[in-house]
């Protein structure tokens, strides 16, 4: 059986029924190897990517969710500014984020590197997976949330410039204060889950 990998953050992290990451692999027969993950930042699909890369453990078709460019990486805590502490992790882990992002995080910093650093990977590492289908999209673009232009444009296999954000919020982009409904697949409801996937599945199977 094929098999399909989605690399990002919650907005392709869900394995209900009503996903559309569970959906668009079943549509094209695939067993899914990797999923997103809540919280995460694109240093963790780069993290993730090279692993698999080195161990020759890619799945067929990579589907790569790019979210915002202002998040802490951790291999194994989502850090997102704002985010609700999980039970368990030493809260200093918390007490250590919440300090950066107060004190020390720079956005103008965090957005140029965040460029350079897609750019590159889009560029010179992605290509190394040619053999497999590749498609990138943006959980949501990158200063969407801060209001500023975006003109990336990613070239390796195919690429949906659309924010599933803007998508899930009815075609604008929510307030600033807004809370994730952290009960729908993806932050979807079951017809925009049905609808991404069959975007996805259109540009893939064209």
Excluded at 28 to 47: C, D, P, Q, Y
Excluded at 159 to 164: A, L, P
Aim: some cysteine; overall charge negative.
């Amino acid at each position: 059986m094929n098999t399909i990998g989605y690399f990002g953050d919650s907005f392709c992290d869900s394995q209900n029924k009503d996903s559309w990451c569970v959906l668009l692999a079943d549509k094209l027969k695939s067993e899914v190897t990797h999923w997103g993950r809540g919280g995460a930042s694109i240093w963790n699909t780069f993290m993730e990517y090279e692993k698999l890369l080195q161990s020759n453990s890619l799945p067929d078709t990579l589907v790569f969710c790019w979210t915002e460019p202002y998040r802490l990486y951790h291999p194994s805590v989502p850090l997102a500014k704002g985010a609700v502490p999980y039970p368990g992790p030493d809260q200093n882990l918390w007490k250590a984020a919440d300090m950066y992002y107060v004190y020390l995080q720079d956005y103008r910093k965090d957005e140029l590197a965040y460029k350079y650093a897609l750019q590159w990977f889009d560029q010179k590492e992605l290509p190394k997976a040619q053999d497999k289908k590749i498609i990138q999209m943006w959980s949501m673009k990158p200063f969407e949330l801060s209001g500023e232009p975006c003109d990336l444009k990613l070239q390796t296999g195919m690429f949906i410039d659309e924010s599933m954000l803007m998508f899930a919020w009815g075609g604008k982009t929510p307030q600033p204060g807004f809370k994730f409904d952290i009960d729908l697949a993806n932050h979807m409801n079951v017809e925009q889950n049905e609808q991404w996937a069959q975007k996805v599945y259109d540009r893939l199977s064209g």
